[in-house]
């Protein structure tokens, strides 16, 4: 399965409101999960099952969508958000990647 | 605490071998499915394998199928990953990650995610 992410890269201020999109190349029900990974570090799960918010991430995370298209949004940009993103699908294995969103400072 | 902790990388040459260990506690080792994933220098992550947690059943992407082999042992609170016929195209940082759903003592390999990853370890493939 195929995971296509939207944009590529963007750039955004603090407090902006921002939207990211992944696309499956073929349905994956509600699987689908969202990581943030900064320079020199692990990536971290933000989001389970489509909208899932794990636990300790920040209510201004948020994720929507099922069968190919699904979003994420992060409701108000912290500095400490500026990051590359990944959706990865989970409905079969493999459990392939999106190519990343990497979120910079406008 | 969790943690996970990758070891054995390193370079080796084309067509060589090698094995990647991933020591693992603050958890209950056994009750969980693991999963490889790597990501090469400045590229984004590329999910490897992955094994159940009483290593009955194990996946691969079709990059490494028939080259790597995932396995574990509980007894020893570790994951590893053998390479062989290793291609340039492997160097990448390694990272171990478990995943989230508690799967007890079944055989489970969910549409799961990853919580608690480790800080990997690199393996770089050149002549």
């Known amino acids: 399965i195929q995971m296509t992410q939207s944009p590529s890269s963007l750039s955004a201020s603090v407090g902006d409101r921002v939207t990211i999109t992944c696309r499956a190349s073929?349905?994956?029900?509600?699987?689908l999960n969202w990581y943030q990974q900064k320079p020199g570090k692990a990536p971290k799960v933000l989001i389970y099952d489509a909208s899932s918010l794990q636990d300790g991430v920040p209510s201004r995370f948020s994720g929507s969508g099922s069968g190919t298209d699904f979003t994420l949004t992060i409701s108000s940009l912290q500095p400490e958000d500026f990051a590359t993103y990944y959706c990865q699908q989970s409905y079969s294995n493999p459990r392939t990647f999106g190519q990343g969103t990497k979120v910079e400072i406008k | 605490e969790v943690q996970l902790l990758e070891s054995g990388g390193g370079l080796v040459q084309p067509g060589g071998s090698l094995r990647l260990s991933c020591a693992a506690s603050?958890?209950?080792?056994?009750?969980?499915?693991m999963t490889w994933v790597r990501q090469a220098p400045g590229q984004g992550l590329d999910w490897v394998s992955g094994i159940s947690g009483i290593g009955g059943g194990t996946y691969y992407s079709d990059s490494v199928k028939g080259r790597f082999t995932i396995s574990r042992d509980n007894s020893k609170n570790t994951l590893y990953l053998q390479m062989s016929s290793l291609r340039v195209e492997d160097t990448a940082l390694y990272y171990c990650?478990?995943?989230?759903?508690?799967?007890?003592?079944?055989?489970?390999?969910?549409?799961?995610?990853?919580?608690?990853w480790g800080q990997g370890t690199m393996v770089t493939v050149s002549s």
């Open positions: 603050g958890f209950t080792f056994s009750s969980y499915a």
């Open positions: 073929q349905s994956i029900s509600s699987y």
């Open positions: 990650a478990r995943d989230r759903v508690y799967c007890g003592r079944g055989n489970c390999f969910l549409r799961d995610a990853s919580d608690f």
